[in-house]
Nanobody, 124 residues
Framework: QVQLVESGGGSVQAGGSLRLSCAAS????????WGWFRQAPGKEREGVAS????????YYADSVKGRFTISQDSAKNTLYLQMNSLKPEDTGMYYC?????????????????WGQGTQVTVSS
């Protein structure tokens, strides 16, 4: 059983930065990737960024390329998302997810494990 716990959300003004963390307990061996998803009110959950577990292959949604950076610390079993130049449209609940197939970034139903989420609010 895998448990994912996010932290680091908050409220910032446009142009500001936040760093999200996701601590994993349990084995991630049943998953190949983990990453970040977000859901704004009234919208579907969407993939933001992902990274191959223990590797360097990354994926970013077009809307965050050049502003967000995903990274991981394998020794700490922790995933990070550095978010810079934040925009009001980045507002939403951010979830950490672990999954086997990369298509989960476009189809979150394929995510195997979810965290509880952390709120990010960006004001203009």
């Amino acid at each position: 059983q895998v448990q994912l716990v996010e932290s680091g959300g908050g409220s910032v003004q446009a142009g500001g930065s936040l760093r999200l963390s996701c601590a994993a307990s349990g084995s991630l061996y049943s998953s190949n990737y983990w990453g970040w998803f977000r859901q704004a009110p009234g919208k579907e959950r969407e993939g933001v960024a992902s990274i191959y577990i223990g590797g360097v292959t990354t994926y970013y949604a077009d809307s965050v390329k050049g502003r967000f950076t995903i990274s991981q610390d394998s020794a700490k079993n922790t995933l990070y998302l550095q978010m810079n130049s934040l925009k009001p449209e980045d507002t939403g609940m951010y979830y950490c997810g672990a999954f086997f197939v990369i298509r989960a970034m476009r189809n979150p139903d394929a995510v195997n494990y979810w965290g509880q989420g952390t709120q990010v609010t960006v004001s203009s």
